[in-house]
């Protein structure tokens, strides 16, 4: 089974905005369920958001409203967009396909003055 690969992280200030974005050598719309998390120094992995392939999509607390998780298809890609950052979203993010327990190697979010 294909891991997936994160990408789309840096370094931003608070109130700033990233696109993450997640795709892999498999087929990106055969999966019925995508779902992001991130890590935080010292802290478990945690769940972030979560879209089905019929578009329906969920968001943890921390994130309601200030993130969007969509896929695309065509481009293979799922991505995650987030607006209003603040320093504790600063995370390694991961994506993962489906439920399978196959993590890439994420992608680091820092935000910091």
């Known amino acids: 089974q294909v891991q997936p690969v994160e990408s789309g992280g840096g370094l931003v200030q608070p109130g700033g905005s990233l696109r993450l974005s997640c795709t892999s050598s498999?087929?990106?719309?055969?999966?019925?369920?995508i779902y992001w998390y991130r890590q935080a120094p010292g802290e478990q992995r945690a769940w972030v958001a979560w879209i089905h392939k019929n578009g329906q999509t969920n968001y943890g607390s921390a994130v309601k409203g200030r993130f969007t998780i969509s896929r695309d298809n065509d481009k293979n890609t799922v991505y995650l967009q987030m607006n209003s950052l603040k320093p504790e979203d600063t995370a390694v993010y991961y994506c993962?396909?489906?439920?399978?327990?196959?993590w890439g190697q994420g992608t680091q979010v820092t935000v910091s003055s």
């Open positions: 993962r396909l489906g439920s399978a327990d196959i």
């Open positions: 498999g087929s990106i719309g055969a999966v019925n369920m």
